[in-house]
């Protein structure tokens, strides 16, 4: 289970990254993509 939070948060933080970059370069798919990511993430974290 601790496993499980430890990969949540890394997709998390992948996916405020991939947020980032989506904004910085203005493409809005890379931006939601990133979104996508942070909520897979946080449901691992939640839920393990």
């Known amino acids: 289970m601790a496993d499980t939070k ?3 948060t890394i ?4 996916g ?3 947020e980032t970059a989506g904004k910085v370069t ?6 939601a993509k ?9 449901a691992k ?4």
């Open 34 to 42: 990133g979104k996508a990511e942070q909520l897979k993430g946080r």
């Open 16 to 18: 405020k990254t991939r």
């Open 11 to 14: 997709d998390r933080a992948k």
């Open 6 to 8: 430890v990969k949540g």
């Open 45 to 48: 974290e939640k839920f393990g």
């Open 26 to 31: 203005g493409k809005r798919s890379t931006q």
